[in-house]
């Protein structure tokens, strides 16, 4: 039997990118790899604030998987992108201005585009992971009778721009990774509801981790909690800080908060802050293993990984209420609470943090609940319907 040729479309892709949708762009590649001839088309860059080259252009093999990148010949301006965001905002019909923005914001990368209008109808589906960029704006419409969009989508005002309805209309499966973004989705872009389907997110098996380690190693002497991911203020990680000061300012003997990843967020210097930067895989682990309580501050997601890495580990989460799929993870595998305000902050950790017993069960009905709705077999079987239903009617 012919095996579907899939191209995964993503802006920037590498085993060492941090990001929700790119990992999410990776898992997709993988998980259609041992049934279909996966080819990943992504730009040569590293840094998502100004798309500058970074790998080299070409073909690789990566993971066993084919790999091409293109440049991106203009980098992104960030402080230019950034003076201009507010109007686009305040006027998200405006079509002419929201091009512009899209232009400014990229990443443009002229010869993927070329790439997708000259050998597009060579794949029998192209996957675009993520709406928010030009690679998806630009390159969707170019096959857009086999395309396939995983949009990331939340509740966030890029989501509001008019330039993005097209995209949406365009494609002929939506693929969503939680039933909330499915309903923002529909209630967003009036699709046609038999276009927009669910696939869901596996949860991987934990490594073997030392809960001790992780403190040890980074000379953290106190319980903590931990925050993963990208440090930036549309991740609410400001915020998280702010919120911490005041339970510190409550309760001067409880928990650290511990901050892992990359970004340019500036934090003032703490006793009770510790920021480690990016770390790998197991010291990942190692850090959720140790936590008191995995803190997801984020108020746009469509879906949380860290919610997921930390209910396999048995560790109870605190999320942002203002997110309505954080609070549907929370209650579909009833592994964490949730706040909204400082005030419950700060009530929500003192209650995790006092009461062990408790918070031990909800991490443990979280893991429970990730085992039984998060299983990596189901989410490749959808996938795999998806990608060979969007390919027979582009045959069609």
């Known amino acids: 039997m012919t095996r579907n040729r899939v191209a995964v479309v993503v802006h920037r892709y590498g085993a060492d990118v941090g990001g929700g949708a790119e990992e999410e762009a990776r898992r997709v590649a993988h998980l259609l790899a041992p049934s279909h001839d996966v080819t990943v088309l992504t730009t040569c860059a590293h840094d998502y604030r100004t798309w500058a080259d970074h790998y080299p252009p070409g073909e690789v093999r990566e993971d066993g998987l084919r790999v091409v990148r293109f440049p991106v010949p203009v980098p992104r301006d960030p402080a230019a992108f950034d003076r201009m965001t507010p109007a686009v905002y305040a006027a998200p019909q405006e079509l002419d201005l929201g091009s512009r923005w899209m232009d400014a914001q990229g990443p443009n990368a002229p010869g993927l585009m070329e790439h997708l209008r000259e050998q597009g109808t060579g ?68 699709v046609d509801a038999g276009r927009a389907v669910v696939m869901g997110f596996g949860a991987d098996p934990v490594p073997p981790s030392d809960p001790a380690a992780f403190a040890a190693r980074r ?57 480690t930067g990016f770390v790998d895989d197991a010291e990942k682990h190692e850090a959720i293993a140790g936590a008191a309580v995995v803190v997801v501050p984020s108020p746009y997601e469509s879906l949380s990984i860290a919610q997921l890495d930390a209910w396999s580990h048995a560790r109870p989460t605190l999320a942002n209420a203002v997110s309505p799929v954080l609070v549907g993870q929370s209650r579909r595998t009833a592994g964490g609470l949730w706040y909204d305000g400082t005030g419950e902050y700060v009530v929500m950790l003192d209650f995790l943090m006092r009461n062990a017993a408790a918070a031990r069960a909800i991490g443990r009905q979280g893991r429970a609940g990730v085992r039984a709705q998060h299983d990596w077999g189901r989410v490749a079987e959808i996938w795999r319907e998806s990608v060979d239903a969007v390919a027979a009617e582009a045959r069609a």
């Open 123 to 190: 794949y029998d589906a192209v996957v675009f992971v993520t709406y928010l960029y030009a690679t998806t704006v630009g390159g969707l419409p170019l096959v857009a009778g086999r395309a396939l969009l995983v949009p990331t989508l939340h509740d966030e005002p890029p989501a509001r721009l008019r330039i993005f309805d097209p995209v949406f209309h365009a494609a002929r499966r939506i693929m969503c990774n939680t039933p909330e973004e499915r309903e923002l989705v529909l209630e967003r872009f009036g």
């Open 219 to 275: 000379g953290i002497t106190r319980p903590y909690a931990l925050c993963v991911g990208r440090l930036d203020a549309s991740k609410g990680v400001d915020r998280l800080v702010e919120d911490h000061r005041a339970y510190r300012a409550a309760r001067p003997d409880g928990a650290d908060l511990v901050l892992v990843g990359r970004g340019d967020l500036r934090l003032s210097e703490e006793p009770w802050l510790h920021v």
